[in-house]
């Protein structure tokens, strides 16, 4: 088994001229540290002062071939401790904030005195020794810090309010302290131990303080130091040889207030025994963990819906989603203005670069060709998502903080403009429960004056909202594609910077956990993470260089599911498939090797022109399809909502596949187009080319040919019937 060492660091120890100090020291000592051995030499109230105590600590280490130095300073004076530190070693690497005294009283003859000078030293003392310490520790990415609390602290003690205060207070530094330099390697940790000291005589018998040695203390306290323990923000009872960790435990509790009565003290003694009963009790391990519970307790106010909370209605929001509400619902219309700076620092935030000169017309407005990357369209669209407008949903009682983006579909209709108005219209098209969270699909069609410029459908989820019994999934979601089981066609990498986030933000998604390292560490990240559509532009830019020339017409649609988080200065790297006009891939960050992006692709628009394809094909149906796809564009939006329907169409020739077509009368302002459905269809039909033609010109009946075997129907049979008004009135040569 390896001894763990501390050779070349430096340990500060607080009140070790005795007791469990000097265990500490010695130990530190022995193991390879130089130790800083800080006694003021008082007795045990505080008064009085002696080099003796110290000296003698320091001559025990350095007979035994240790290093060590004494400082003599009141712990009030912290950064003269350190300084010794720094003056006989150089650096300061683990502060054990031990130094304590007692002025024992029962409550009432407490006085100003004893009060203030416990806190002085206990309380004040390890934050000014720690405060000295803080930053060499952090410049350093290395620090290891005890705090010293006491069972009197964490329980209470007759005749020691003074000492139990200051003693949970240092309880919670040490936990603040655990969050603001865990992303520097500096570690907190808080012990309560009982061992035999000066200090204990007076509440033990002398028996018990001799049963207690600080050698049963001191191991934990090392291994707690030591550069390969990651423990952090803990609190451990020790003593006698034994060691337990502590937590916090909250019950379940009740929710006293209803919608529409206030509360009373009367509500609260009703439900006494529901906020006492520890039964199903929770362990909240951080402030986060603690709020959530206010912000679903809130939810469940406002959707008027049950008084009380349970063990899986604590973490879920399931009487705060009705879909019946909430589908269908209008969210107020978003307006976004732009001139050309708006598209070139969106360009500039997926990575472009004037280094590359096919990029220089996604940078310079100047250019002759000018243009916005196709991506840009999520832009015009997210204040719908991020404007509040979800909040004034009916049956989206939520919590917000806990919303992450799951999935995004993007599908253009006409190149971006490179400045203008856009206005979008957002609508929650369904809401599905995981179980462990909710699924909210919002769809956001985006204008410039009364075209229709592009189409978003947001995927969000919503953590611990799942639960109100609703369906899994939905025929509204735009589907993710696995890529086919080979290897890729393309890869394409781009390293992103370390300041690719605060560059991306500019175009408008402000959430700090982008910007702020202490609000990521908040989020369980050890610095700030790209944001998911960054990442998402860098992807369609491969595609878009590597199949379409970096032609925007070319694109049509891309949908993904955002995996895992990156972290900006890593490398995105792109593997790509190409399957007729669809692009299916995947992303990467390649220092990890984990999928960033999974389920993606990107659909482009059809390479050779359809009277081409119709010259080649030799099928009379593709005149059809080409005339309904012109004469819908001027009644699109009117069909849609219409028909609200997506048909796919398998054209047969001589028994085998020749074609197929998508009619898409549910998104957007409704379309016409060659090839396969992107997402989903509602119905699925096939026959042969000449059927097909004998069935626009009224020579064959439907119904015949689907009970002779003509035509083939699957899917939603019943929405069929919608089909004869655009075979009758849009399909005539």
């Known amino acids: 088994m390896d001894t763990l060492r501390f050779d070349g660091r430096v340990v500060l120890v607080t009140g070790a001229g005795g007791g469990l100090g000097r265990t500490y020291a010695l130990a530190f000592a022995e193991r390879g540290a130089s130790v800083v051995v800080n006694d003021l030499g008082g007795d045990i109230k505080g008064d009085g002062k002696s080099t003796s105590a110290a000296d003698k600590v320091v001559e025990e280490i350095k007979a035994k071939g240790g290093k060590a130095v004494a400082n003599y300073d009141s712990v009030e004076a912290g950064e003269k401790l350190v300084q010794t530190a720094?003056?006989?070693?150089?650096?300061?690497?683990?502060?054990?904030?031990?130094?304590?005294?007692?002025?024992?009283?029962?409550?009432?003859?407490?006085?100003?005195?004893?009060?203030?000078?416990?806190?002085?030293?206990?309380?004040?003392?390890?934050?000014?020794?720690?405060?000295?310490?803080?930053?060499?520790?952090?410049?350093?990415?290395?620090?290891?810090?005890?705090?010293?609390?006491?069972?009197?602290?964490?329980?209470?003690?007759?005749?020691?309010?003074?000492?139990?205060?200051?003693?949970?207070?240092?309880?919670?530094?040490?936990?603040?302290?655990?969050?603001?330099?865990?992303?520097?390697?500096?570690?907190?940790?808080?012990?309560?131990?009982?061992?035999?000291?000066?200090?204990?005589?007076?509440?033990?018998?002398?028996?018990?303080?001799?049963?207690?040695?600080?050698?049963?203390?001191?191991?934990?306290?090392?291994?707690?130091?030591?550069?390969?323990?990651?423990?952090?923000?803990?609190?451990?009872?020790?003593?006698?040889?034994?060691?337990?960790?502590?937590?916090?435990?909250?019950?379940?509790?009740?929710?006293?207030?209803?919608?529409?009565?206030?509360?009373?003290?009367?509500?609260?003694?009703?439900e006494w025994t529901k906020i006492c009963d520890f039964d199903n009790a929770t362990k909240p391990e951080t402030i986060q963990e603690s709020t959530s519970t206010l912000y679903e307790a809130l939810s469940a106010i406002d959707s008027g819906k049950g008084i009380s909370m349970n063990p899986t209605s604590q973490r879920t929001s399931s009487s705060s989603i009705d879909p019946s509400q909430a589908i269908g619902q209008k969210l107020p219309p978003t307006v976004f203005s732009y001139s050309h700076v708006q598209p070139v620092l969106y360009a500039l935030g997926v990575g472009m670069s004037t280094k590359d000169p096919d990029h220089l017309k996604f940078l310079y407005e100047g250019s002759e060709d000018f243009c916005c990357l196709p991506t840009f369209g999520v832009i015009l669209s997210q204040a719908s998502l991020m404007g509040g407008g979800l909040s004034s949903v009916p049956g989206l009682s939520i919590d917000f903080t806990r919303l992450l983006h799951g999935e995004q579909y993007l599908e253009m209709y006409k190149p971006i403009p490179t400045s203008g108005e856009m206005t979008s219209e957002a609508t929650v098209a369904d809401v599905l429960d995981k179980g462990s969270g909710a699924v909210i699909l919002l769809d956001v069609h985006t204008y410039c004056g009364k075209e229709l410029i592009c189409y978003n459908q947001f995927s969000v989820f919503v953590v611990g909202a799942g639960g109100f019994g609703g369906k899994r999934s939905s025929t509204k979601a735009k589907e993710t594609a696995s890529p086919p089981n080979r290897p890729p066609d393309v890869v394409a990498s781009d390293v992103t910077t370390c300041d690719q986030a605060a560059l991306y933000r500019l175009s408008g998604d402000w959430n700090p956990l982008h910007i702020d390292p202490s609000f990521a560490a908040l989020g369980g990240f050890e610095r700030p993470i790209l944001h998911g559509l960054c990442s998402f532009g860098f992807s369609a830019r491969h595609v878009l260089k590597h199949f379409a020339d970096n032609d925007v017409t070319k694109f049509k649609a891309i949908k993904v599911r955002f995996a895992k988080p990156v972290l900006p200065g890593q490398t995105l790297q792109t593997e790509m498939w190409k399957e007729g006009n669809r692009i299916f891939l995947q992303t990467k960050v390649k220092e990890t090797g984990e999928i960033a992006i999974a389920g993606a692709y990107v659909d482009l628009a059809a390479t050779v022109s359809n009277q081409e394809s119709i010259q080649d094909s030799g099928l009379q149906s593709e005149l059809v399809f080409e005339e309904i796809s012109r004469r819908i564009k001027d009644v699109g939006e009117q069909m849609v909502k219409k028909v609200n329907a997506v048909f796919q169409w398998d054209i047969t020739k001589g028994g085998n596949t020749a074609a197929q077509w998508t009619i898409d009368l549910k998104n957007g302002s409704g379309e016409v187009y060659r090839g396969k459905v992107r997402g989903r269809a509602d119905t699925f039909f096939t026959l042969s080319d000449q059927d097909f033609m004998d069935l626009v010109l009224g020579k064959l009946n439907p119904q015949k040919a689907f009970f002779a075997g003509k035509l083939k129907v699957k899917g939603n049979i019943m929405l069929s019937q919608k089909l004869e008004v655009i075979l009758k009135d849009y399909a005539k040569l």
């Not at 000291?197 to 509440?203: E, F, P």
């Not at 803990?234 to 019950?251: C, D, N, Q, T, Y």
Request: proline share 3%; charged share 20%.
């Open 86 to 270: 720094l003056d006989a070693f150089g650096r300061i690497d683990i502060v054990i904030n031990n130094a304590g005294i007692l002025r024992d009283r029962s409550f009432a003859r407490i006085s100003d005195a004893d009060w203030d000078i416990i806190h002085k030293v206990h309380l004040r003392g390890s934050f000014q020794v720690t405060r000295a310490a803080w930053n060499h520790m952090k410049n350093q990415k290395f620090g290891r810090i005890i705090m010293t609390s006491s069972a009197a602290g964490i329980y209470g003690n007759f005749g020691q309010a003074n000492y139990s205060a200051a003693k949970l207070g240092l309880v919670g530094l040490s936990n603040t302290l655990a969050i603001e330099g865990k992303k520097y390697n500096v570690l907190c940790n808080a012990i309560a131990p009982t061992a035999g000291s000066r200090l204990t005589q007076t509440v033990m018998p002398q028996d018990l303080v001799d049963a207690l040695k600080p050698e049963y203390v001191a191991p934990l306290v090392l291994w707690l130091c030591h550069e390969s323990c990651q423990e952090n923000g803990s609190l451990f009872e020790v003593g006698a040889g034994w060691i337990g960790k502590l937590r916090w435990e909250r019950s379940i509790g009740s929710i006293i207030r209803q919608q529409n009565r206030p509360m009373t003290p009367e509500g609260v003694r009703d």
